[in-house]
């Protein structure tokens, strides 16, 4: 079983930056892949970014989220940064991280919900104008 607490995220003017911070605990060898996904109200939960864990290589991002994401890897504290910029108002709501034990076809990450079977709890972030 493995468990994922986000923190961070919150309140912040259009424009500005935001950190998310998520924190796996438990069996975590299994793991294969970690990712960030947001839903905004009223929309499904769409993918921002994912990265392999054992593979290395750079972290990949949805078409929308390639320009003002960046996830990267704190290994002293274990957790999995989302990283953001300009920061529109349309970008409010509920960021999740999440954690796969497979790849999918193709032998990557998963791009959709369906393939992450872990879920942190989401946290809100505002952003107002």
């Known amino acids: 079983q493995v468990h994922l607490v986000e923190f961070g995220g919150g309140s912040v003017q259009a424009g500005g930056s935001l950190k998310l911070s998520c924190v796996a605990s438990g069996v975590m060898h299994d793991l294969q892949c970690m990712a960030w996904f947001r839903q905004l109200p009223g929309k499904e939960r769409e993918l921002v970014g994912r990265?392999?864990?054992?593979?290395?290589?750079?972290?990949e991002f949805s078409d929308s989220s390639q320009t003002r994401f960046t996830i990267s890897r704190n290994n002293a504290k274990g957790s999995l940064d989302l990283n953001s910029n300009s920061h529109e108002p349309e970008d409010s709501g509920m960021y999740f991280c999440?954690?796969?034990?497979?790849?999918?076809?193709?032998?990557?990450?998963?791009?959709?919900?369906?393939?992450?079977?872990?879920w942190g709890q989401g946290r809100e972030v505002t952003v107002y104008s």
């Open positions: 990265v392999a864990l054992k593979r290395g290589g750079r972290p």
């Open positions: 999440a954690a796969a034990v497979v790849y999918t076809g193709g032998a990557r990450c998963g791009a959709s919900q369906e393939d992450y079977v872990y």
